[in-house]
């Protein structure tokens, strides 16, 4: 059709630009699709914040801050600081683990590394609910692990090993470590080995080589895969809400339980603002301190 | 050379405590699973398949699955079908508007799932839509955008635009050389991505559990209400079921794709 159409249309009526019209026709479903799924959404969320809080679990359109002000209280801001802390031991734990695992995988052969990838990408898609459901069980004064730790003498006596602190950190570190390890698998892979293997000759051993050669060399991936980290677990909710006790609640759990529970959706939307916030800041305070560390990057 | 060795005994030593620790809580559902008795120990004193009898005989827990299933393919489809002219416009025509959707997708990805299940449940109230499975089907579609957006502008970058000048030159238009060229290049990337969009769809639970509540039972949403009421043998059964299909899917897409060049592997890999 266009063929047909072109040379008849060529002088007079123009159209300003094929490629416009083609692009115009290809973005308008999805653009139809973000606007009305995502950012009317994200407007009603930022709008309910401000809302007027009813009686019953209802509300009305209004611009207060009364809800913003109930942020300021010491408990919500100790949930707050506590899920920023635990998100960050998180990053720093599996980084550290993910870091020689996706080193190594990279350097594996063909069979081995699919392997792994597969592995990695069928544990990675395992629901949370089901992840933390092993882990109850794993952790259960009957499971597994109990046993083990008695048999070899490390337990004196059987019994659960949650809820507390360590649960809800190994399985968050648990959650996070396929992603972070396959987040950091390109920039392994692209790695260059004569580096590493020039430091080998000069007689560095090859823990020495691999943390003072390889290391600085994907400091940046690094970084950017404990940020990753601090992003997936900052809202954490079912993990502690399961394995943790009440002192170790995060945001996650106040805003669910706000939306669910008791249904004040007003202060949950203000949390859930209030935490994306905080979590934007964190970003682009890590983005000033690296951009000012290494001006050359 | 002693050095050498010393070095790889460590590398295996750390890499299969790694695989213990990514198998072991694994491992110990499956082993539950196959328990004679109803109490949650491991390793099970005494195998049966009973439970494995009881789930697959439980209306409940097949309408479960019936319903995963059934938000999960669509919520595949969707995304896709969504991400594509996304992706393609990126690509081909280097389009800003078409990065931005492709923005705004990711960005929607990074958010914690508690403050998107908020907002979608916060939209679905105003819209007057409430418990309904096109909730979940459509909320996991905008969610998951990202992932396929992501994954089909590695397989567009993969195609040789030296190809398609050459199929130009042999006097093909942007159609032909859409078909020739771009539409068997992209099949493998397409189909992973519907692969992907649809494993971690299956195992969304916040959002599904939010925007429809208890009246759309997804197969995660049930082991989430189980696990706050009590244990019962037949949750390891549907963990079990997750665990094998989301193991056959990444098998399956490792056959189709070239896996570690899917996972951004850039260099050539000796087999």
Redesign the interface.
Known sequence: MT?LAAPLKADDTEPRNP?QM??AG??S???L??VI??????F??VQ?SFAHREDGGLWRAGLELTQYRQLLNPQFLRVALFSFTLALTTALISVI?AF??AY?I?RM???A??TW???????L??????????????L?G????V?VLVALGVMESAHSLYPNFAAVMVCLV?LV??YII?FL??AM??LDDDMPAAAATMGA???RAFLTVVAPMVKGPLLSAGLLVV?FT?????TPL?LGRPQQWT??IL??NG??TTGN?PL??AQ?VA??SL?VGLLGLVRLLTKAGSPAS | MNDGLISTVLRRGFLSLVALFIAAPLVVVIGVSFNQTRRMSFPPTELSLKWYKAFFTDAGWMKSLETSLTISLLAALIAVTIALPIAYAVWRYNSKAAKGLAGVGSGLFLLPGVVTALMFSAFWGMVGHVGRIENVILSHSVILLGVPVAMLSVGFQSIEKALIEAAHTMGAGDAEAFRMVVRPAMTPYILCALVYVFVLSLNEYLIAYMVAGFSVQTLPIRVFTALRSGYEPTMCVGAVIFILLGFAAFSLLAAIGDLPKLMGRNRPLEA
């Open positions: 063929d490629d083609v692009l290809l973005l479903l999805p653009t699709f973000l799924l995502c950012l009317v959404p994200l009603l969320l309910l683990l020689p695992v190594f990279s052969k063909r069979r590394q699919i990838l597969v592995g990695l990408l069928s544990t898609s395992l629901s949370e609910v089901l992840i933390v459901f092993s882990f109850q069980v794993l259960s009957s499971g597994g692990l046993k648990y470590l396929p396959l698998y390109p892979s692209q051993s090859p823990l992003i900052v809202g954490s909710y079912l399961v945001v996650g805003i669910s939306a669910m959706l949950a939307a859930a935490l994306v979590m």
